[in-house]
């Protein structure tokens, strides 16, 4: 059964940074592409960023080109977000999850608040 543990997440400021860590089991984590989603207050979920599974590519949504850099650890079976400069839009539950492939069953995600 895959399991994906999503942790990081917080409240911040504007401005402020956060790095997003997701535990995988239950794969062979190194033959999937993943990516972070999230889901803000009334919006529906969305991509935010996709990395290959040997990390040798990565994809972001227009809105967090620049601020935000995933990545991945293979040997953890961990995927990462770094996200710089954030802002209150970012605030949302963020999530892991395959890319490019089905989607495996939601995890819990994490919170990220944004805010003054």
């Known amino acids: 059964q895959v399991q994906l543990v999503e942790s990081g997440g917080g409240l911040v400021q504007p401005g402020g940074s956060l790095r997003l860590s997701c535990v995988v089991s239950g794969i062979i984590f190194r033959f999937y592409g993943m990516g972070w989603y999230r889901q803000g207050p009334g919006k529906e979920r969305e991509l935010v960023a996709g990395?290959?599974?040997?990390?040798?590519?990565?994809n972001y949504a227009d809105s967090v080109k620049g601020r935000f850099t995933i990545s991945r650890d293979n040997a953890k079976n961990t995927v990462y977000l770094q996200m710089n400069s954030l802002k209150s839009e970012d605030t949302a539950v963020y999530y892991c999850?395959?890319?490019?492939?089905?989607?495996?069953?939601w995890g819990q995600g994490t919170q990220v608040t944004v805010s003054s």
């Open positions: 999850n395959s890319w490019g492939s089905s989607r495996f069953s």
């Open positions: 990395i290959t599974s040997g990390g040798s590519k990565t």
